[in-house]
Nanobody, 120 residues
Framework: QVQLVESGGGLVEAGGSLRLSCAAS????????TGWFRQAPGKEREFVAG????????YYADSVKGRFTISTNNAKNTLYLQMNSLKPEDTAVYYC?????????????WGQGTQVTVSS
């Protein structure tokens, strides 16, 4: 059973930056497709960024492309999301995810979420 624990959320002003971390236990990140999702109040959870299962190719939602960067440290079994040029509309609970095939095809493991609030 893979367990995911996010950290790094907080309150930041518009234009600022945050880096989220997701530490995995009970499994190896390199064995899964991984990614980040977010859910704003009153909205559905949406995909933000992800790694493919093979090849380590990254892909992003259009709304964050050029501002967010997903990365991983396999030695630390940790996934990251560097968020720059943050906007108030980025305010949401951010979730780490792992999947046996592709995170957008169905997530097998979720983290508990970390709150990101961007003030205007």
């Amino acid at each position: 059973q893979v367990q995911l624990v996010e950290s790094g959320g907080g309150l930041v002003e518009a234009g600022g930056s945050l880096r989220l971390s997701c530490a995995a236990s009970g499994g190896t990140f390199s064995s899964y497709a991984t990614g980040w999702f977010r859910q704003a109040p009153g909205k559905e959870r949406e995909f933000v960024a992800g790694f493919t299962l093979t090849g380590g190719i990254t892909y992003y939602a259009d709304s964050v492309k050029g501002r967010f960067t997903i990365s991983t440290n396999n030695a630390k079994n940790t996934l990251y999301l560097q968020m720059n040029s943050l906007k108030p509309e980025d305010t949401a609970v951010y979730y780490c995810a792992a999947a046996r095939r592709a995170v957008r095809a169905g997530v097998d493991y979720w983290g508990q979420g970390t709150q990101v609030t961007v003030s205007s």
